[in-house]
């Protein structure tokens, strides 16, 4: 049976996976990870990776580079010298880690410049797996500036909102660093002192992919080329990101016989003991597994000053929003869970079951949103906490996120404060479909209106790039759910709407007479703001019969938050209600 451990090294946090002690043997394997959007669609692809990888026998660590998700940031800021070093730092800490005698090098996407350079300089790696392979820095970064407009444009913001002389998608900055040396790098086809075997995943519709195997074969290499079939599908978006389940099976095969199991019998390797632990600038981060019956990973962030054992106070939870991993988009709770340490508050950062980094638990249906699951998975995070670092629980969450806050903030008296940001449905109906909520995505029904009188959107329409009957189911769903909720106080048992609003109030008194505070952020153009409306009329008014409930808008912000100024916004808002309840 696997196992899989918070690491930390370098100033880099990441997750070693190990086989079984019998069967684990002397070559391990380092994943080095793409950047940006891709990173976020690809982070259980990776950890599903590393499991099968570990089921063959080899230990395998998947890490955050300098500057990303959990890692540190560089003083003196990132370039791609510091992402290959903690590269290289990583195979050092997997042999170590693990009793390795060679490592493999795998790379996704940009990861791919990562691997082929650890691989020119070191004398221990024994292979390459090079996945989607950015063939080009320079290609890499104009793609992915037209790729930031077309995910801009499906947030409903405009191109503006990129941030001015930078490299960015998704509310992430590539580092400058980064984006410097990435100009003039691509990989490197100057002779190698040796023949390594190489497997090239190629996306059938880049021809630069399958050039770049070509050309790894006649450097000498031993080249094999699979079809990274699935690829579109997995890098869609976090949420609908679908795992290409069938390619992993064949890289941990193709892993297994060019590494042969009588090549890997004599490892002693035992479980590394240390905590993953990092020190920054104000804060210590300590990378957590627990729940042992059904794991669930995160990260524990404390004030670099730790208060006194006993001494309560406030305690931060970061929940997942949809299918973002625990650093949240544009790394949001990363952020906002540092500065709250600065502040003398600790947080836990977490995903549930079934996404990211945390595996599935047994009997959890395969879609976890919306269902009971996350939910539990609080409590359960909660019951660690007592012992780990006790106190008053603040939970903050962002769409699905904010609606498992407020749910298991009514379930477990422990939690003393919710923090709800963008929250799309405050009682979720079993009848609705979570494929259709997402494809028309978080706006209300006036930003429906407003696009459909844009010339772009009626352009679009006539071309048949936009669906008319899509368009047409979705106001539909709009309008009835607006008249039964509208109906729904005056014949409360006329439709199930009246039993989401009974409910939904009910839940609100329970709250309000434990006097736990709520406070909710929703983006301006938001449908978090139709949401409240529906259960609490016109202008949100029957908030106000709450005395613990405050609403506070963002302006010139998105569903996700992604506009970096809306981005600072919303931390200073997350800190000040933690810190001060306000």
């Given amino acids: 049976m696997t196992q899989t451990l918070p690491i930390a090294f370098a100033g880099c946090?990441?997750?070693?996976?190990?086989?079984?002690?019998?069967?684990?043997?002397?070559?391990?394997?380092?994943?080095?990870?793409?950047?940006?959007?891709?990173?976020?669609?690809?982070?259980?692809?990776?950890?599903?990776?590393?499991?099968?990888?570990?089921?063959?026998?080899?230990?395998v660590l998947r890490f955050d580079y300098p500057g990303t998700v959990d890692s540190l940031d560089l003083a003196g800021g990132e370039d791609l010298q510091s992402w290959t070093d903690a590269a290289i730092a990583a195979c050092d800490s997997l042999k170590g880690a693990a009793d390795c005698r060679q490592v493999v090098v795998f790379g996704l996407g940009p990861g791919a410049l990562i691997a082929e350079r650890v691989a020119h300089l070191r004398s221990d790696v024994a292979g390459l797996i090079l996945a989607a392979p950015v063939a080009s820095g320079k290609r890499f970064l104009r793609e992915t500036n037209l790729r930031a407009k077309v995910i801009l444009e499906g947030l409903g913001l405009p191109a503006e909102a990129l941030p001015e002389g930078e490299v960015s998608i998704g509310g992430l900055v590539l580092p400058r660093g980064v984006a410097?040396?990435?100009?003039?790098?691509?990989?490197?086809?100057?002779?190698?002192?040796?023949?390594?075997?190489?497997?090239?995943?190629?996306?059938?519709?880049?021809?630069?992919?399958?050039?770049?195997?070509?050309?790894?074969?006649?450097?000498?290499?031993?080249?094999?080329?699979?079809?990274f079939d699935g690829y579109d599908k997995l890098m869609e978006d976090p949420t609908a990101s679908i795992v290409p389940q069938a390619l992993i099976a064949e890289m941990a095969e193709w892993c297994s016989a060019t590494f042969p199991r009588e090549d890997r019998a004599e490892a002693t390797a035992g479980v590394p003991d240390a905590p993953a632990r990092l020190v920054g600038d104000g804060f210590t981060e300590e990378g957590v597994v627990f729940r042992p019956e059904a794991p669930l990973f995160g990260v524990l962030c404390r004030p670099?000053?730790?208060?006194?054992?006993?001494?309560?106070?406030?305690?931060?939870?970061?929940?997942?929003?949809?299918?973002?991993?625990h650093g949240g988009w544009a790394r949001c709770w990363v952020e906002a869970a540092r500065e709250l340490a600065r502040r003398g508050i600790p947080s836990l950062r977490f995903d549930v079951s079934n996404i990211c980094d945390s595996p599935a638990r047994a009997g959890d249906p395969d879609q976890v949103l919306y269902t009971q699951g996350p939910i539990?998975?609080?409590?359960?995070?909660?019951?660690?906490?007592?012992?780990?670092?006790?106190?008053?629980?603040?939970?903050?969450?962002?769409?699905?996120?904010?609606?498992?806050?407020?749910?298991?903030?009514?379930?477990?008296?422990?939690?003393?404060?919710?923090?709800?940001?963008?929250?799309?449905?405050?009682?979720?109906?079993?009848?609705?479909?979570?494929?259709?909520?997402?494809?028309?995505?978080?706006?209300?029904?006036?930003?429906?209106?407003?696009?459909?009188?844009?010339?772009?959107?009626?352009?679009?329409?006539?071309?048949?790039?936009?669906s008319i009957r899509g368009v047409l189911r979705g106001l539909s769903i709009h309008i009835v759910s607006r008249l039964s909720h509208a109906l729904a106080p005056i014949f409360p048992n006329l439709s199930k709407y009246g039993r989401f609003r009974a409910e939904c109030h009910a839940i609100f008194r329970d709250l309000d007479r434990r006097g736990v505070m709520i406070n909710f952020l929703c983006s301006e153009r938001?449908?978090?703001?139709?949401?409240?409306?529906?259960?609490?009329?016109?202008?949100?008014?029957?908030?106000?019969?709450?005395?613990?409930?405050?609403?506070?808008?963002?302006?010139?912000?998105?569903?996700?938050?992604?506009?970096?100024?809306?981005?600072?916004?919303?931390?200073?808002w997350i800190c000040d209600f933690v810190a001060n309840g306000k």
């Fill in 13 to 59: 946090a990441g997750h070693l996976t190990l086989p079984d002690a019998a069967g684990q043997g002397r070559t391990g394997i380092v994943l080095c990870r793409s950047w940006g959007f891709d990173e976020l669609c690809t982070r259980k692809f990776l950890r599903c990776l590393a499991d099968a990888l570990a089921a063959e026998g080899f230990p």
């Fill in 180 to 227: 410097v040396d990435l100009q003039s790098t691509g990989i490197d086809m100057t002779p190698w002192a040796v023949s390594l075997p190489c497997l090239v995943a190629a996306r059938p519709a880049v021809p630069s992919d399958s050039e770049t195997a070509t050309r790894f074969g006649a450097s000498g290499h031993q080249v094999t080329v699979l079809p």
């Fill in 304 to 325: 670099a000053s730790p208060r006194p054992a006993g001494q309560g106070g406030k305690v931060a939870v970061f929940l997942n929003s949809g299918y973002d991993h």
């Fill in 376 to 466: 539990r998975d609080v409590c359960d995070a909660l019951d660690y906490l007592d012992q780990a670092c006790p106190g008053d629980y603040v939970l903050i969450g962002r769409c699905s996120g904010a609606y498992g806050a407020f749910h298991a903030g009514h379930r477990d008296a422990r939690v003393t404060a919710l923090a709800l940001i963008n929250q799309l449905r405050l009682i979720w109906d079993p009848e609705e479909s979570l494929v259709e909520v997402a494809r028309m995505g978080p706006r209300p029904i006036g930003e429906y209106k407003r696009r459909l009188t844009d010339p772009k959107t009626f352009k679009r329409l006539i071309s048949g790039e936009i």
């Fill in 526 to 572: 938001d449908e978090s703001l139709e949401q409240l409306a529906l259960y609490f009329g016109k202008d949100r008014a029957g908030l106000r019969a709450f005395e613990h409930v405050r609403l506070d808008t963002l302006p010139d912000a998105d569903h996700n938050i992604t506009p970096l100024p809306a981005q600072r916004h919303m931390r200073q």
